[in-house]
Nanobody
Framework: QVQLVESGGGLVQPGGSLRLSCAAS??????????LSWYRQAPGEPRDLVAS???????NYADSGKGRFTISRDNAKVTAYLQMNNLKSEDTAMYYC?????????WGHGTQVTVSS
């Protein structure tokens, strides 16, 4: 059974940093072939893409996170990361990890990020 478990969220002051992790288990076809993405969803808002990284390491960022967020992956540890710097109040949301390979599509349960003074 595939599981994606996010961690690293919490309460941080504006301007602070957090590093989110997404640990995978039970994933088929090999973790390295999956496109990994981070999404976020604030209350009453749609779930939006934050960043993604392909199997060959190509990254893509939403405009909101460019220059502040960095997505990475460690295939040996079957883990994806999202380094978030210079956090702003508008970054407050539940952050979800996604792993996708053709029709295989998995989600974690999310980790809450709250940016507030």
């Amino acid at each position: 059974q595939v599981q994606l478990v996010e961690s690293g969220g919490g309460l941080v002051q504006p301007g602070g940093s957090l590093r989110l992790s997404c640990a995978a288990s039970g994933i088929s076809a090999g973790f390295s072939v999956y496109k990994l993405s981070w999404y976020r969803q604030a209350p009453g808002e749609p779930r939006d893409l934050v960043a993604s990284i392909t199997s060959n390491g190509t990254t893509n960022y939403a405009d909101s996170g460019k220059g502040r967020f960095t997505i990475s992956r460690d295939n040996a540890k079957v883990t994806a990361y999202l380094q978030m710097n210079n956090l702003k109040s508008e970054d407050t949301a539940m952050y979800y990890c996604n792993a996708q390979y053709y029709r295989l599509d998995y989600w974690g349960h999310g980790t809450q990020v709250t940016v507030s003074s």
